[in-house]
């Protein structure tokens, strides 16, 4: 975490940056890259304020990042640049000093997508579904390939997980390729220039899927070479905007492909002989991470390691030692009597619907919590939600939602979670809302059989993998 990249631009390096919500999943790795490229970086977190996740904001503090309570003290100087994401409000105390100051302002896109723009070799993964899980993959094979890259996560990549590092979102290189997954839901998208852009799926999530053809079909457009997703029609929709295009996936006319009736499926692992059309050679692969989706995840990791110059056969052996992210499908353990937690990332359809496919895919009850990551997130997409959590899961099964995230602000509450319970019944599914999540997990423990999975699902909020870990310790 300490090599200076030499891509790194010295006016962002030389700079002294605050950041607000320092430990947030876009925040953190994005400080710990700058930090690690030579730059001074302090910050605030409302989660900090509130005794949320100490051991995180006490691991910073030892890496040297000077930590403040976020009413605006950590701001001194005009020199200062403060980092905040759009979504954070001109009434946030860093937001009034900064402006009482003079100092200047970047979201965390504009100062990410400056970084990665001045590598040499940059990797740009987009896509509704699977950004973070194709960004760890693609990090591992370089990494492992002696590539020496730098990756920007949204998620902890557990083959860097250290003593020194437990919460290795980012890891910084010397070897000038920028690997990162980037956003579509706040448009950002469109501020970075990679010279191979990899599109996971095209589906409904923060935007409509008008705009989303919009943004995506920009990005393949400004890359060297686009990795796309011939499985996905709404991507593949979108080939003819690139200048090169590499498809991957189970599809017969996929580049890189899986040979059908290969495909062996375990609780936490899954199987399959990969092909590059090219040359016709195959190569048996096995993945440490369950499901189909991740099947899918490492043929787009593979199309775009091989496009940076990584042989897919050297690829493929690098792939098979990728431990996987913290909360994708992360199993935390399995009681005494025999109930498994899960904790997941789930919170669009998509993701939801690929978490319960897996678990599906093995016999046992399913008990689904999931907490909602907003409101507004609720109201675009939660038709779509309860369709997939009534109709993916069988009758003897049973979701539970509690309220959506809420940390403060000014977004419209009052549509919540017991629509999406309504609508989940509607389609014939098996539901029950309880607005505390701390009674959803009385709930949950009472419900609980030997035999069942557990899976707690939701983002934006750090406490749901204690969530998990405390449910687990609960269980008979």
Known sequence: MTTTDPAAPSDLTTRNWFFCGIGGSGMLPLALILRGMGAQVAGSDRSRDQGRTPEKFAWLETLGFKLFAQDGSGLTSAGQVLVASAAVEDTVPEVVKAKALGCERMSRAELLSRLFNASAHSIAVG??????????????????????????????????????????????????????????????????????AVLNNVSLDHKSLEELHELFGDFLGRAAIAVINADDPESLALVHRANKAVTFGFAGNARIFVEPGTIAEGPTSISATVIDRND?????????????????????????????????????????????LARRFDIVGTSAGGITVIDDFGHNPEK??????????????????????????????????????????????VTILCDPVYFGGTVDRSVGSERIVGMIREHGGQAEYLPSRDDCADRIVVLARPGDRIVIMGARDDTLSLFARDMLARLP
């Open 127 to 196: 896509g509704t579904s699977g950004k973070s899980t194709v960004t760890g993959m693609i990090g591992w094979i370089l990494t492992a390939a002696g590539r020496d890259p730098t990756i920007m996560n949204g998620a902890v990549m557990k083959n860097f997980v250290a003593a020194d590092a437990p919460f290795a979102s980012a890891r910084v290189g010397s070897g000038g390729i920028f690997v990162s997954e980037v956003d579509e839901s706040d448009g950002s998208i469109a501020l970075y220039e990679p010279l191979i």
């Open 280 to 324: 016709g050679a195959a190569y048996p692969l096995t993945l440490k991470v369950p499901g189909r989706h991740n099947l899918a995840n490492a043929l787009a990791a593979l199309a775009a390691a091989q496009a940076a110059g990584v042989p897919l056969n050297d690829g493929v052996r690098h792939l098979a030692g990728f431990s996987g």
């Open 352 to 397: 939801v619907a690929a978490t319960l496919a897996t678990l599906k895919a093995h016999p046992g009850r399913v008990i689904a919590f999931f907490q909602p990551h907003g409101y507004g997130p609720l109201r675009q997409m939660g038709h779509e939600l309860a369709e997939v959590l009534a109709t993916r899961l069988s009758p003897e099964d």
